[in-house]
């Protein structure tokens, strides 16, 4: 059984930070890239930052860079989204996401709230 499991949303002030987490688990194929998108209500879900899981190279929506970094923890298949900075218009439902296999299959975390307001 796929599963994507995100953690560590929650409400913080302007200028704080947050640390998001994603595991997965029970994929079968190679995982090639693990991702954070977000969503706002009304809006279309968009790609924060994602990251090559063989090299290591991040990818970051022009909006988030030099406030957020993606990195590869040690446990595999497992991400973590560090987001300094953040801004009121940051507040969003934050998605994991991964690709894997041959078929490019996507699968996604239920996803996490983070809220910033003063």
């Known amino acids: 059984q796929v599963q994507v499991v995100e953690s560590g949303g929650g409400l913080v002030q302007p200028g704080g930070s947050l640390r998001l987490s994603c595991s997965a688990s029970g994929i079968m194929e190679p995982i090639y890239v693990m991702a954070w998108y977000r969503r706002v209500p009304g809006k279309r879900r968009e790609m924060v930052a994602n990251i090559d899981m063989e090299d290591g190279n991040p990818n970051y929506a022009e909006f988030v860079k030099g406030r957020f970094i993606i990195s590869k923890e040690n446990a595999r298949n497992s991400i973590s989204l560090q987001m300094d900075n953040l801004k009121s218009e940051d507040t969003a439902v934050y998605y994991c996401?991964?690709?894997?296999?041959?078929?490019?299959?996507?699968?996604w975390g239920q996803g996490t709230q983070v809220t910033v307001s003063s």
């Open positions: 996401n991964t690709v894997s296999g041959a078929s490019l299959r996507m699968d």
